[in-house]
């Protein structure tokens, strides 16, 4: 059952990704991943292009306009870098960098190891 729900995770993150990188989007949406979980690393064909991308979740424990740390639920403390370019929600709601705070829970998605393109994240 659980395969199951993971393929199905994965098949729609390959249909919103295709479709995100086919009408010359921005990056893939952070995926809808069922279950209790802290890191996924999914491998995707992205226009014939091989991608990893990776997803953890986790409280903010530091933050800087850089980088961010969260504290996983299984205790690893991931540093995600940062840019510009980082597409941040807060709340469902687009917002800035600057918005995140400590104890907030974030969802990163990174791809091939990079910078996070994308942070969504929930007040307390």
């Known amino acids: 059952m659980r395969r199951l729900a ?3 995770a994965v098949l729609s993150l390959l249909a919103g990704a295709g479709t995100a990188a086919g009408a010359g989007g921005g990056p ?6 069922p279950g209790k979980w802290s890191h996924v690393e999914l491998n995707v064909t992205i226009k014939r292009v091989p991608h990893t991308l990776i997803v953890d979740r986790g409280k903010i ?3 800087t306009t850089t980088t961010l740390t969260l504290r996983e639920p299984d205790g690893e403390t991931p540093t995600i870098d940062l840019t510009d370019q980082t597409i ?7 917002a800035a960098t600057f918005s995140l ?5 974030a969802i990163t998605l990174r791809v091939d190891g990079g910078a996070a393109v994308r942070v969504r994240a929930t007040s307390f």
Not at 88 to 94: A, I, N
């Open 6 to 8: 993971v393929a199905l």
């Open 101 to 105: 705070r400590r104890r907030m829970t």
């Open 28 to 33: 893939p949406q952070i995926p809808r991943i």
């Open 88 to 94: 941040v929600t807060l709340d469902g709601r687009p």
């Open 61 to 63: 424990i530091q933050i």
